[in-house]
């Protein structure tokens, strides 16, 4: 069915599935380790999904925050520090939208170390899918090669969505654990969360500032440019992307929502998986309120007991579509800096590695026209 240019299908759903593997790792511990209310953590990700949906009509993602979420697990961080470094990184992108301090960095920054921050995310990726299959490399293995078939035969893929059968195949080994308890109704809302300054400071300083760095990387720039490649025609420039996100996270944080950011890895594995309008955007908002607000508590038992190789075999088909649309550059120095900044982005994160990329590329520059 279309309205207006949105389509709401069977694989327009799908894509909403395929954005799972992304999103899972970090919702699961939120939840399970860091005793985040998941009330407010799925109700504000889906009104941002509708609102993101409805006004760029093309499959924009909408995930956690690496850097903050790799750091509050690892710490485990208060769940107030996390609103509270969602909000100071909401201020931070809102004077950088505003001010147009984002465009200027887009334009001094060389198409190869977006595709060495394309080509490092599906690195992190794989590794981490290798990460979650360790239990059951088989089963990871046979899921990749099933849905991959499904991805290529199209008459077959139009009627099961290799996303759809990944998340039943999920769904199916999780309720045979006799661990997910049937889906109790309970009608809750979100309390309301007021971070302190001084959090709002602290966090800023031990992982805030770096994700700024990351998140101009993969969720602005990286994201801007798939975005362009996947819907030539459907502007998603780099300004509102950097707004968006400073909108979405300085209000959120007040209701339980987590740091946020758009993401390129996400929308390769929503375009991956069949999602070619807003309208995938809006079917997953609407279903993230509807879980929210009525099977909260019963969502936590589902996620935690969902296999963690079909989550791995989510993320190892998203890591490959990534690399699929990011080798396109063939110059030595292009390929100089794109090494570079994979092998920074591994030792350290992609917050310097983008750096460290943008600085290179010019000082290969000026040493050729010395030459």
């Known amino acids: 069915m279309k309205v207006k240019g949105y389509e709401f299908s069977i694989s327009e759903f799908a894509g909403t599935l395929g954005d799972f593997g992304p999103l899972n790792p970090f919702l699961i511990g939120y939840v399970a ?9 799925f109700l504000m990700m889906g009104i941002a999904n509708i609102v993101i949906g409805l006004l760029y009509n093309v499959p924009l993602s909408v995930e956690a925050k690496k850097a903050v979420g790799a750091t509050a697990l ?65 089963l990871a293995i046979s899921l990749v090669f099933l849905a991959a078939l499904l991805l290529r035969i199209k ?12 998340f039943a195949v999920g769904l199916l080994f999780a309720i045979s654990t006799d661990v997910v308890p049937w889906m109790g109704i309970s009608f809750r809302i979100p309390s309301l969360r007021i971070p302190t300054i001084d959090e709002i400071l602290l966090t800023m300083i031990t992982v805030g500032f770096a994700q700024i760095f990351l998140t101009l990387g993969n969720a602005v720039i990286a994201t801007a440019a798939l975005c362009q490649k996947y819907f030539p025609e459907r502007k998603v420039s780099e300004r509102h992307l950097a707004l968006n996100m400073g909108l979405l996270n300085t209000i959120s944080p007040f209701f ?23 309208g995938s955007m809006i079917l ?34 998203t890591a490959f579509e990534l690399t699929r ?30 750096v460290v990329g943008v600085a290179t590329h010019f000082l290969l520059e000026r040493l050729r026209r010395r030459r």
């Open 155 to 166: 008459r077959i893929g139009r009627y099961v969505p290799a996303a759809i059968f990944l």
């Open 74 to 138: 690892a710490q485990r961080w208060k769940p107030s520090q996390l609103y509270a470094v969602g909000v100071g990184t909401g201020v931070a992108w809102t004077l950088l939208g505003l001010s147009g301090i984002t465009e200027k960095i887009v334009k001094v920054t060389p198409r190869c170390v977006v595709r060495g921050i394309q080509l490092s995310l599906a690195l992190t990726l794989v590794l981490e899918s290798t990460y979650l299959s360790r239990s059951n490399p088989l």
């Open 284 to 317: 997953e908002g609407i279903l993230e309120i509807f879980l929210s607000l009525f099977f909260a508590s019963s969502l936590v038992a589902v996620f935690s007991a969902f296999p963690q190789p079909v989550i791995g075999a989510m993320l190892f088909l």
């Open 33 to 41: 380790i860091l005793g985040v209310d998941p009330v407010g953590l």
């Open 325 to 354: 649309v990011s080798v396109d550059l063939r110059t030595f120095p292009d390929i100089v800096v794109i090494v570079i900044v994979i092998a920074v982005s591994y030792v350290s994160n992609l917050g310097v590695a983008f």
């Open 256 to 278: 339980g929502g987590v740091p946020l950011c758009h993401g390129a890895d996400g929308v390769a594995s929503q375009y991956l998986f069949g999602a070619r309008t807003g």
